[in-house]
């Protein structure tokens, strides 16, 4: 448990980075994480929760999830956001409900 890895890249025009928001960067962790969930239940997992940290406001270019735990109903999932300079802009971690 805790080696499949879901890497995503985002990307944004010049402009559009240095205007980038706490919300862009939660929707996109949101994505990964049940990008990641879905992916491993091998069918739609519902998000049941989630848990955000920012830690800086830099646009994030580059965004991984990683399953933490599976058990028979539940996935846990792992995600954070890096800048282009590789300092991490927030973490994000998740339960997903598999549907049986």
Known sequence: MG???CRLRAHHAV???QEVSSADVSAQLIEALKACANDDAVAPAPLVSVTMEFLSDAPAADISAGIVRKTRTLVFVSAEAIASDGARVATA???HRVKS
């Open 3 to 5: 080696d499949a890895r």
């Open 15 to 17: 402009d559009w980075a």
């Open 93 to 95: 971690s998740s339960v």
